[in-house]
């Protein structure tokens, strides 16, 4: 099937942007998810890829060459592909290495539309495109092909399954279904980790170097850990040499795991503090209290899901962190995140900048840190480069 154009789009998608929106097609077809198809403009072929008839982005292309055919044999390259990316930057997918790991990053491994996680030999597969749903069991075998040894593949689809009209279920998709907790090992930290229900696909991997780093601002520092999710920053920060570390989060079942992965490090639980609460709620109540800290990590989830909401999401930026710094004692550190694309770097750094502006505090900006290696980014994707992770120092 052949989709033409409606403008000239053609330069853009064959300097490798991955989409084709519903918009930029003369006449979307009638045709059932999954279509392969050939994007032409004039007539002549531009690129191939999955029809989604769903989503406004009609076409997730995979091919610019009129010659390779979509299908099995092209996921089971791109898998081997990516495989071997994490093979030689992270050194994963070898006997005692760390065993949680992203091995597909979507558009920016050339398979747009498809995340896979490793944990500790399961495989989390989630799809956010119906143009996939028909090539999930193909799919699936091209994945088992690139990691032997797997033990199961779950699968978490962003979209409605065609036996599950509410999308975002739970499913085995091969071999054993991973149990209700996993721990995996994450650069000399055992974290457990809820692949079937958690965030995401039960940790936030993209933070994995950074938590790592974290590290050597931790010791003798009172620490404040707010959306700890399940702990991983936290965990890391008290193996680091936090005195104490408080952990903050709206999940009740993520904060008891955040107490596990304590216990199973060999932390005591108990010389630290754990809060089931409202981030917001729980920084006005410490400023109230006079509680301050050494150093804050902010990990939000993202603010701006949309482009329409990027101003928001930049003044709610702004607020979270002007709440933080009331807190922050003078020669500690700050530590946020933000892990929405639409909010460019420089949009980022101006509301920590107003934050601290307002507040009349002379922050200096101290290290600048990005996604890990197994979240790599497409040139011609700049939506990839999603993460920021600003530290900075408040003088004492």
Not at 23 to 45: E, Q
Not at 371 to 379: G, I, K, M, N, T
Request: glycine share 10%.
């Amino acid at each position: 099937m052949q989709l033409d154009l409606a403008k000239d789009l053609a330069r853009h998608l064959r300097g490798g942007h991955p989409w084709v929106f519903r918009k930029a097609l003369t006449s979307p077809p009638r045709a059932p998810a999954g279509t392969v198809v050939d994007v032409t403009s004039g007539g002549r072929f531009v690129a191939r890829g999955l029809y989604d008839p769903l989503s406004p982005i009609a076409v997730r292309l995979l091919t610019r060459d009129p010659a390779e055919e979509v299908g099995p044999a092209l996921w089971q390259r791109r898998l081997a592909r990516a495989a071997a990316l994490r093979r030689e930057t992270l050194g994963i997918l070898a006997p005692g290495a760390d065993d949680a790991f992203r091995l597909v990053h979507g558009e920016n491994d050339f398979l747009p539309g498809v995340v896979i996680d490793v944990y500790a030999g399961f495989a989390v597969v989630k799809l956010y495109s119906a143009a996939w749903t028909p090539h999930r069991a193909a799919l699936v075998e091209a994945l088992r092909q690139a990691v032997p040894g797997l033990r199961g593949v779950f699968g978490r689809d962003e979209v409605a399954r065609e036996d599950d009209e509410r999308g975002g279920g739970g499913r085995p998709l091969w071999g054993a279904a991973p149990p209700a907790r996993l721990l995996v090992r994450e650069a000399g930290a055992r974290l457990w980790v809820d692949v079937r229900r958690g965030q995401k696909t039960g940790l936030f991997l993209d933070q994995r170097e950074n938590r790592v780093a974290l590290r050597r601002y931790a010791p003798g520092r009172e620490v404040l850990d707010c959306f700890c999710f399940t702990g991983a920053f936290a965990v890391h920060l008290a193996l680091g040499g936090a005195r104490k570390v408080t952990c903050v989060d709206v999940d009740g079942g993520a904060i008891e795991l955040a107490r596990e992965s304590f216990r199973e490090n060999g932390l005591d639980p108990g010389a630290h503090e754990f809060r089931q609460a409202d981030v917001f709620d729980q920084l006005a109540l410490y400023r109230r209290e006079g509680r301050s800290f050494d150093l804050i990590v902010l990990d939000p989830p993202a603010f701006a899901k949309s482009q329409a909401k990027v101003e928001a999401a930049v003044a709610g930026y702004a607020a979270l962190n002007r709440a933080a710094l009331q807190l922050l004692r003078p020669g500690g550190y700050l530590a946020t995140a933000s892990c929405s694309a639409r909010v460019p770097p420089e949009r980022f750094a101006g509301a920590i900048a107003e934050a601290a502006g307002k507040l009349g505090l002379p922050l200096q900006l101290v290290e600048e840190r990005r996604q890990p290696p197994d979240h790599p980014v497409l040139v011609s994707f700049p939506q990839g480069a999603y993460l920021k992770l600003l530290i900075y120092r408040l003088p004492g």
